[in-house]
């Protein structure tokens, strides 16, 4: 009798009946259905079917007779009753145990029998912001659901996404013009989404599991030169131009990306034994870069009245400026707010002869490792070793 009471009370219970009261004008009343769980009774629903009062056994449930309409109406019924059983054998199996209530407004759309992918992506990026990842790292996540989100059509619940459903999703991506280390970016973030769905239990298994993804890892350390460096320097450029290409030069001397160089205060300068030196946490990562300040740069900040007044670009703004600038002194690369980065890690390793892992400090990066994506030791640089060792 106990593992009888005990099973009435995790078990879900499904009832339909009928009510005489609501009988029309043709003698028929509508069946309501009701569920129990854990005991406890949602309210009741119509489920859309009218019968005749007199053909309904209460016992069974069931409308009497052989006829289509009897046929018909019992099985409608059937289906409902395993609908509300698969919403709620499909919970418990993840984990969770619904109501009656929950079971009811899933049944009638009212919610959602799991998340919606918009949701989870909104509860996995407030996850991200409370760890204090930078703006520009839950941006890029924020635009990698979003592809993912335009790719499937409509805002799936996370359960109902089958590796069916992605198949096709890198190929699409690739179809838009994107570069393949770039697609796979992508659906990389989307993989941490589904893994994060798995730890919080709205699915079992990831839709991606099995995603092979095949890496070009094409280095581009295109840089400028010194010669390209003075031509932009000389040029006599218009007023909106010199702001651009102002900041650029001003990047190119101190490594900043451009995130950090807009958010970059006078606070951040300070002197060292006697030189200017600048210091400041980076946006993307929260690593400290420490450099000193080159004439140039000083120049810079002395010409608009401080660092807080140097001129601050949008990215895409800068970079189609800075075609233009390319343009204008037969600078023969593809100009973007990047290369500056590159330029000034050629400068450091090849020009000035640092070491990798201070080029590493001033740059933000806590490893060598990186360094590789932005410049390499060329032969000016072994050159000049290799006299200092013949010498």
Known sequence: MMIKFLKTLVRMRTRFIIRRARTNQAGLCPINCRITVKMIRANEFAVGLLVDPNKWDSKTQRLKGSSLTAMDVNRRLDIIKSELEEIYLSARARGTHLSADQIKDIYNGVSLVGCSISKLSKQFLEELILRERSTVTTNRYKRCFAYLTEYLGKDYDVSAVQKKEVSGFWVWLKSRGYHNDYCNKIVQSCIGLFRYAIRE???????????????????????????????????????????????????????????????????????????????????????????????????????????????????????????????????????????????????????????????????????TRQIRHYGAIKEKRILTEWRLVKE
């Open 201 to 367: 239990g709205h699915i079992d298994s990831n839709p991606f599991s099995g995603v092979s993804l095949e890496w070009k890892k094409e280095l581009d350390i295109t840089c400028l030169d010194p010669r390209e460096i003075e031509s932009i320097k000389m040029y006599d450029w218009s007023e909106r131009l010199q702001l651009v290409a102002d900041s650029f030069l001003f990047m190119c001397y101190t490594g900043l990306h451009i995130g950090d160089y807009r958010d970059v205060r006078q606070e951040s300068v300070y002197e060292y034994d006697g030189h200017q030196f600048m210091k400041i946490r980076r946006v993307k990562t929260n690593v400290e870069a420490t450099f000193p300040l080159t004439d140039y740069a000083q120049f810079l900040i002395a010409k608009y009245g401080g660092v807080d007044k140097l001129p601050h670009i949008s990215p895409q703004k800068m970079n189609d400026y800075l075609k233009i600038i390319a343009e204008k002194v037969d600078i023969n690369k593809n100009l973007t707010n990047k290369i500056a980065r590159k330029t000034f890690t050629n400068m450091c390793l090849n020009d000035f002869g640092f070491s990798p892992e201070v080029v590493a400090t001033m740059l933000g990066h806590t490893t």
